[in-house]
């Protein structure tokens, strides 16, 4: 079965700086990773994925996510954060047999301060 | 990716009533899914739908709370039925669209009074 940990419901940073979102996943066969972005009053948009290719991951708007197999994580960056990066952030797994067995984690609310 | 279009964007009904969500897509796709994501909370797998098939529920959910239809492969409808104030979230369609990845819709925002 999957599961996917996210450390911190709400992340505050200054704009300019360091974005990072914590997310550790469990799975009992190699998983398939995603981040998610939902901006206010929007649905889900996907910024990222790590599909067992390279395991530093590039997304859209600047972030990315490095897969760690001995650390169970795929945490998300950016190396300075603009006050449009604020939004709620979603880490997913699912197995290889496909994406239709999405498991989602709760959720890090992201706030930047001018 | 597909552009996934939902109707409507929100509404506000009174408890006991239905209520039908459309979800449109621009391309044809085999699976598409029905997530509800209650205020505050992550999203929770209501029911996977495929064209020519009974949609398959998660646990605790129903058919007769969630009926859905799946006519074609662009289209399918969830209708919450005999609403009450706990059935208040945004719903959101999916589908699993080239790389084994789900592309959502922009949701339908229910509150329910």
């Known amino acids: 079965a999957q599961s996917v940990t996210q450390l911190g419901s709400h992340v505050s940073v200054s704009e300019g700086a360091l974005v990072l979102l914590r997310c550790n996943y469990s799975s009992s066969v190699p998983p398939y990773l995603f981040w998610y972005v939902q901006y206010p009053n929007q649905g889900l948009q996907l910024l990222l994925k790590?599909?067992?290719?390279?395991?530093l991951v590039k997304g859209i708007n600047g972030f990315e996510a490095e897969f760690k197999k001995s650390e169970t994580s795929f945490h998300l960056t950016k190396p300075s954060a603009h006050m449009s990066d604020a939004a709620e952030y979603f880490c997913a797994v699912s197995d290889q047999t496909g994406a239709n067995n999405l498991f989602f984690g709760t959720g890090t609310r992201l706030t930047v301060i001018p | 990716s597909a552009v996934i279009s939902q109707k409507p964007s929100r509404d506000i009904c009174q408890r006991g009533t239905s209520l039908t969500i459309q979800c449109q897509v621009d391309?044809?796709?085999?699976?598409m899914f029905w997530y509800r994501q209650q205020p505050g909370q992550s999203l929770t797998l209501i029911a996977t739908a495929n064209q020519g098939s009974e949609a398959t529920y998660e646990s605790g959910f129903v058919i007769d709370k969630f009926p859905i239809s799946r006519p074609n492969l662009t289209f399918s409808t969830l209708t919450v039925s005999n609403m009450s104030p706990e059935d208040s979230s945004i719903y959101l369609c999916?589908?699993?669209?080239?790389?084994?990845?789900?592309?959502f819709g922009p949701g339908t925002r229910l509150l329910v009074l």
């Open positions: 391309s044809q796709v085999t699976m």
């Open positions: 790590y599909t067992s290719a390279a395991t």
């Open positions: 999916s589908v699993e669209y080239r790389e084994e990845t789900q592309y």
